[in-house]
């Protein structure tokens, strides 16, 4: 279930989260260890990411428009998860840039910050193989909507 910033609010979780999705922990996100397998935590950032840029306005559709591509990925894991567990995952971009943007989450499940992760989002003309500039709407979203600092 998509939760809006009232919403993340109204549950507990504290923070400038625009956008998360809750869930629960399901079998096939399980390791060996029958806790949730690091990979995991890369799928849940990946699939509320692409709703949070859809939700931003960024068009997918067209390949020869400038597109979000992940330059650098990184989680911290501060405590396991396991079966059936229910989660939130929140999302905001913390800083904007020229070409790029830095985006953050956090898993949260019972009101404690499971892990968290960022990623560097670069603009890329996927057609020349190069960066471009972020359009500016999207820079005021961010700053405006996320309160995202501007580097």
């Not at 507990?12 to 869930?23: C, F, N, P, R």
């Not at 096939?28 to 949730?36: G, I, M, P």
């Not at 985006?103 to 190069?130: C, F, N, P, R, W």
Request: with cysteine; glycine share 4%.
């Amino acid at each position: 279930m998509i939760w809006d910033k009232n919403k993340i609010l109204a549950s507990g979780i504290k923070g400038d989260w625009v956008l998360g999705l809750h869930d629960f922990v399901r079998y096939s996100d399980l390791d060996t260890y029958d806790h949730v397998n690091n990979k995991i935590y890369h799928t849940w950032f990946e699939n509320l990411r692409i709703i949070y840029l859809i939700k931003s306005g960024f068009d997918f559709t067209n390949k020869k428009n400038a597109m979000p591509v992940v330059r650098t990925s990184s989680i911290e894991y501060n405590s396991a998860m396991f079966l059936d567990e229910e989660y939130t995952t929140v999302i905001r971009c913390s800083k904007v840039g020229k070409t790029s943007f830095d985006l953050d989450y956090e898993v949260h499940s019972a009101l404690e910050v499971k892990a968290k992760g960022q990623t560097k989002i670069v603009m890329a003309d996927l057609v020349a193989g190069k960066s471009v500039a972020l359009d500016n709407s999207f820079r005021e979203l961010f700053i405006t909507r996320d309160l995202a600092l501007n580097k």
